[in-house]
């Protein structure tokens, strides 16, 4: 206890360090109970090939009222924090492609972390085709679009292989071949060059797409060439 200058007691200080700790102690276990109370939504959205869609307006609402909306990050991905229980359904909208009235999020329960990805449809003018994920290119046509190559060292190894090679949307190789009866010596290096060779990214209609080509190296003892044909 603690008394004034004339007397009378005080609130000690123990006592306003205690009656502090309940009101934070109060107010923690209030953030708590709504934290539990609500839930979470989140997703990526994509495009019909699998590309993430960045930029996209997302749009959460229950039963036709708006209740809140979000865009998509560079990863597509979008979130939804503390909603509380009930029916929803997702919206996006992003210029290029058509409206999407999204997925639905029924019986949405307390402590829920729902995921919902999307998949919008791109716009195409009347007679258009979808555009694939992936093509084949000759290497006579795509070989032009090399703009980093590393060759192995010859190692006085003579012969040839061919590498069949699935180039990215960045433009990165990974190879592989298809007869197993070709030269494992030949192979392994050859593999482990190209797979450090770059391309210019290839793109159908503005969007980048992944290219299947076969080419053939020729080990002659001294070194490396890729054969044209």
């Known amino acids: 206890m603690i008394l004034n200058n004339s007397g009378n ?14 009101i934070f102690c109060s107010f923690l276990f209030f953030s708590s ?5 609500t839930a979470v939504i989140d997703g990526i959205v994509r495009d019909e090939f699998g590309y993430v869609v960045p930029d996209a307006a997302v749009t959460l609402f229950s039963h036709q009222v708006l209740i809140a909306e979000t865009r998509t990050d560079e990863s597509g991905t979008y979130q ?4 509380t229980p009930g029916d929803y359904r997702v919206g996006v909208v992003k210029l290029g492609f058509l409206i999407s009235n999204g997925v639905a999020a029924e019986a949405l329960e307390a402590s829920e972390r729902r995921g919902l990805d999307v998949t919008l449809q791109r716009e195409r003018r009347e007679g258009s085709r979808p555009v694939p994920r992936r093509i084949f290119v ?16 010859a190692a006085g190894l003579t012969g ?3 590498l069949h090679l699935i180039v990215n949307e960045e433009g990165e190789p990974s190879a592989f071949v298809d007869d197993g009866s070709q030269d494992p010596r030949l192979v392994k290096p050859a593999i482990a060059a190209a797979e450090q060779w770059r391309f210019t990214t290839t793109a159908l209609n503005g969007v980048p ?5 076969i080419v053939r190296l020729r ?3 001294a070194n490396v060439v890729i054969e044209e044909k």
């Not at 109970?33 to 109370?37: D, I, K, R, S």
């Not at 000759?138 to 060292?153: F, K, Q, S």
């Open 209 to 213: 797409v992944q290219v299947e080509t």
């Open 33 to 37: 109970t709504v934290l539990a109370q």
């Open 80 to 83: 939804f924090a503390e909603v």
């Open 160 to 162: 040839s292989v061919a």
């Open 219 to 221: 080990f002659d003892s």
């Open 9 to 22: 007691k005080i609130a000690s200080s123990g006592v306003r360090v205690t009656n502090m700790t309940r």
């Open 138 to 153: 000759d290497w006579e046509t795509h070989g032009n679009r090399l703009r980093r190559v590393v060759m192995p060292a």
